[in-house]
């Protein structure tokens, strides 16, 4: 089946310039994670979405960052005003809910390059 | 404090050899969950394997083990057999809380594994 798709693979923009990168996750995975990894790091994480509760934002590196997920399926997380260390790849996950044991199931990311 | 520590930036194995990859976390809660990743250089990330802080037994997938040792923390990855195709960066995560709460995980900085011909 299909896996979690994200778009733009790739996206380059001039700093101060908002940018929109999207999410769509594995049918039936009602939750969503968004992380970013900056070049040669590990994973950071930004915002959970389970179901329809509130999301859980606490890793948000600042007030120009926000997500928001519609219909409990696509995801949008978006950037204002981009600057150069917004630049990484961001990276979306989904997982079946509840249990510890659920995998979460990586796209391929889309490269962010802020100018 | 770090909450996952791989100790070793890259690691060098020879081909059809087996390598173990280390990985300790730092948690105060009872309930929690890890995992491995495997990320080549065109960027996906592959789940390898899951181990539960209640499992009884190692777990264990094709060519992949864990080596869990509760008491120390650690949670080592060790791969088989070594392939060519294997070559890759390897990122343990941990997940904390109680079944019901799927939590993000908490990852590693990596290893970048590559096998020699």
């Known amino acids: 089946g299909a896996g979690v798709s994200q778009s733009p693979s790739n996206k380059v923009t001039e700093k101060g310039k908002d940018v929109e990168l999207r999410c769509d996750p594995i049918?039936?995975?009602?939750?969503l994670y968004w992380y970013r990894q900056s070049l040669g790091q590990g994973l950071e994480f930004l915002i959970y979405?389970?179901?329809?509760?509130?999301?859980?934002k606490s890793g948000l590196p600042s007030d120009r960052f926000s997500a928001e997920r519609t219909g409990g399926s696509v995801s949008t997380l978006t950037i204002q005003r981009t600057q150069q260390e917004d630049s990484a790849v961001y990276l979306c996950?989904?997982?079946?809910?509840?249990?510890?044991?659920?995998?979460?199931?990586f796209g391929d990311g889309t490269r962010l390059s802020i100018l | 404090a770090q909450k996952i520590t791989q100790t070793q930036p890259g690691m060098f194995v020879q081909e059809k050899e087996a390598v173990t990859l280390d990985c300790t976390y730092d948690t105060s809660d009872p309930s929690y969950g890890l995992f491995w990743y495997k990320q080549p250089s065109s960027g996906e990330m592959i789940f390898l394997i899951y181990q539960g802080s209640y499992d009884q037994q190692n777990a264990t997938e094709g060519r992949y083990s864990l080596n869990f040792q509760k008491a120390r923390k650690s949670a080592n990855l060790v791969i088989s057999a070594s392939q060519l195709g294997d070559s890759a960066m390897y990122f343990c995560a941990m997940r904390e809380g109680q079944a019901g709460s799927a939590r993000q995980l908490t990852f590693g900085s990596g290893t970048q594994l590559t096998v020699l011909p």
């Open positions: 996950a989904s997982s079946l809910p509840g249990d510890l044991n659920q995998p979460q199931h």
């Open positions: 049918s039936g995975h009602t939750a």
């Open positions: 979405f389970q179901g329809n509760s509130a999301p859980d």
